[in-house]
């Protein structure tokens, strides 16, 4: 039935889609009949009834391809790094599935439902793929062969189709150096598009009619024994990938979470850069992190007016602001959230923001992250990352207790208490897995409820500051409405501050009270030997 077994891989890939011009140009540059070879690959995909593979983020599928089946099972990118996905892949002599090498992707509660149900086709791709290796040399020097492929077809569910234009490039020897060294030119000389997003994945949505996923980081796979040559980078993938993962929703839905968690991930790398400051070159990068941090602030004032409309003015109603006054405002602020949004759109679609992750991902691969110019910096390298948690929270932790100790009931200062708490978050969640078990879990689940608090106080602190902000209404009912909904916010808010300065007092109170996780861990960091 088969020819060889199949075994898991990491397949390392960049995807770009492609409009039909560009399309064209690249098969006139890239694939001259000379070198370039061409196929046509029928590709049936299965799952079972239920879409137990579908959720567990796995695809299965037969190819046929000049009188050669193939199937293989692909996992999603992987947190650690948005270019590598698992594989199964083997060569069948009759198109009949191999269900035993999902054992290898699936756990095995996942592994019994389909193998229970069963699975059946769900969907169907048909495309011509040409296809040619190139050998290139990257800036240092190190040497990779590619495979680039072109693919022009179109995806078939039983419900909707979809035209497949796109380019891959398989990294196939060499170092993954090489890879996103030829993608970062060839996306600057033709303005491709990036995306993580399979045909699988695509057709899945096409079937269902679903938006574009919205990617939340993960917890980080850290343990006592993780050092930190290897977490800082993976930390930095991840936050690669969510940021790359959320952009097709940001484009095509421009969902209010698949802002948040865009903004999220730009967030946490510069977190990350600031609590590993002195053991890493960030300058190298400087030029990337600022264009992502004028994304950040674009999508910032997106997400202002998302908490504005879908929670602040829920509490708000809470406090007896008139609803009619909410219904004649909310049309104005969702065209000012459409306006902020085709900004936030048309600083993606330059392109500009590819460059500055493959700038990123290339300082990471290469080992350029490292400042290897301060010798100190040099040995942490080396080091276990919970070693270094308490060098990077005891600073950060003993700023945000002087400063919640200081605060009155100035929204002001309790607003830079909530920024302190929110850059210690990101940071401690760093190191969370990394260091004593329950005592790290319950200080991070006490941060994380005492970051919510500050949130909901600033909301309502900013809200008519928000409001003052949007542009003005043609309506002259709404032009009218605009400063009595101000007027009721600034009033409601000083009634309301000191009822929740004190709940606040009092959850501050109890975070204060609990031991820092990184104390303990640097004592049992001290016996190991």
Known sequence: ?????????????????????????????????????????????????AGHLEAAKVALRLRLSDNRITQTIKTAPRASGPFSRGEV??????????????????????????????????????????????????????????????????IDTSRASHPICELELELKSGPPEGLLDLARDLQSRYGLRLSIDSKAARAARLHHGAAPDIWRAPPLNFTAETRIAKAYPAIVQTCLTQFIANHENVLEVGAPEAIHQMRVSIRRLRSANGVFKPIIAAARVAPALALLKDIFEALGRVRDIDVLIAETFDKLAGMGLDKTQMAQLTPHL??????????????????????AVFDIALWIETGAWRNIEDPVGRLWHARRLAEFAGPALDRRYRNVVKRARRATRDPLEWHRV???????????????????????????????????????????AVAADILAAAPPAADPMVANVI??????????????????????????????????FWTQSRTDAGRRP
């Open 483 to 516: 400063p009595r909904v101000r007027g009721f916010i600034e009033g409601a808010a000083a009634a309301a501050l000191p009822g929740i300065v004190a709940r606040l007092r009092k959850r501050w109170r109890t975070f204060a009270a609990r031991p820092t």
């Open 334 to 355: 969702a065209a000012w959230r459409e306006a902020e949004l085709a900004r936030v759109r048309a600083l993606l679609e330059t392109g500009d923001q590819w460059r």
């Open 418 to 460: 909530r920024l302190d708490v929110k850059k210690l978050r990101y940071n401690a969640e760093f190191f969370v897995n990394a260091c004593a078990g329950k005592t790290a879990r319950v200080f991070a689940r006490e941060l994380r409820q005492l970051q919510e608090q500050l949130g909901s106080l600033n909301d309502l």
């Open 89 to 154: 892949e083997r060569v069948l002599s009759a198109p009949r599935l191999v269900l035993d090498d999902l054992k290898q992707v699936l756990s095995p509660r996942a592994y019994s439902h389909v193998t229970r149900t069963g699975v059946a086709p769900t969907f169907r791709t048909v495309f011509d793929r040409r296809r040619r290796l190139f050998r290139h040399t990257a800036r240092s020097g190190a040497i990779s062969t590619i495979e680039l492929a072109l693919d022009q077809g179109e």
């Open 1 to 49: 039935m088969f020819r060889g077994a199949g075994f898991l891989s990491v397949e390392t890939e960049i995807k770009f889609f492609l409009s039909a011009p560009v399309a064209r140009a690249l098969s006139r540059d890239l694939f001259p009949a000379a070198v370039a070879r061409a196929d046509h690959l029928d590709t049936t995909y299965f799952d079972t009834p």
